[in-house]
């Protein structure tokens, strides 16, 4: 079991940075990909960003090339949202996800991440 509790969310105006993290906690394993997703109301929650634990390999969605970044602390177990330039539309329940990752691992597949925070909510307001 593992468990994932984010930190950081809260209401920002549009223009501002954030920094979200998410520890882990349990039976943690330097072969998983621990990912952030987002829901923002009445839409599906979406993929955000990405990092393998043991290489640091990185995937991002496409919106947010260039604005955020995701970093982890191994000693800490942590992994990290660097949020610049947010925008309303980022507004969202942020999720950290944790997976195994495996051959062919699709970052996005919210079904392949079997561990989930509780999420912690931002709100970008203009």
């Known amino acids: 079991q593992v468990n994932l509790a984010e930190r950081g969310g809260t209401s920002v105006q549009a223009g501002v940075s954030l920094d979200l993290s998410c520890t882990a906690s349990?039976?943690?394993?330097?072969?998983?990909?621990m990912s952030w997703f987002r829901q923002a109301p009445g839409k599906e929650r979406e993929f955000v960003a990405g990092?393998?634990?043991?290489?640091?390999?990185?995937h991002y969605l496409d919106s947010v090339t260039g604005r955020f970044i995701i970093s982890r602390d191994n000693v800490k177990n942590t992994v990290y949202l660097h949020m610049n330039s947010l925008k309303t539309e980022d507004t969202a329940v942020y999720y950290c996800?944790?997976?195994?990752?495996?051959?062919?691992?699709?970052?996005?597949?919210?079904?392949?991440?079997?561990?989930w925070g509780q999420g912690t909510q931002v709100t970008v307001s203009s």
């Open positions: 996800a944790a997976g195994m990752q495996h051959a062919f691992f699709d970052y996005a597949r919210a079904t392949n991440y079997e561990y």
């Open positions: 349990g039976r943690t394993d330097s072969t998983y990909i």
């Open positions: 990092i393998r634990w043991n290489t640091g390999l990185i």
